[in-house]
């Protein structure tokens, strides 16, 4: 049974860096893809990054691109999302996703295990 378990959330200010983890467990992690979404308060869980099973391919929302980076350590099954220059519009419960097939999408349909979520509230 796949796990994900995320962490690293908190309250920051704008502009302010925070990273986020997830740790994963019960199958091979180094062969799958894995994503971050989010979700705000009264709006649909979105996409924020991707990264492929080798971490050699990344992909990121337009919203974040520039500001998060993702990356991943197959050797310690986990998955990172350093965030920096935080706004308000990035609060949300932040979870990390990996799908069941060896499949890259960004698409949160397409993912099938789900961490239990992180809250990142960022101040003004």
């Known amino acids: 049974q796949v796990q994900l378990v995320e962490s690293g959330g908190g309250l920051v200010q704008a502009g302010d860096s925070l990273r986020l983890s997830c740790a994963a467990s019960g199958r091979t992690f180094s062969g799958y893809a894995m994503g971050w979404f989010r979700q705000a308060p009264g709006k649909e869980r979105e996409f924020v990054a991707a990264?492929?099973?080798?971490?050699?391919?990344?992909y990121y929302a337009d919203s974040v691109k520039g500001r998060f980076t993702i990356s991943r350590d197959n050797a310690k099954n986990m998955v990172y999302l350093q965030m920096t220059s935080l706004k308000p519009e990035d609060t949300a419960i932040y979870y990390c996703?990996?799908?069941?097939?060896?499949?890259?999408?960004?698409?949160?349909?397409?993912?099938?295990?789900w961490g239990q979520g992180t809250q990142v509230t960022v101040s003004s």
């Open positions: 990264i492929s099973w080798s971490g050699g391919m990344t």
């Open positions: 996703a990996t799908p069941k097939r060896q499949v890259w999408s960004y698409i949160p349909s397409e993912y099938d295990y």
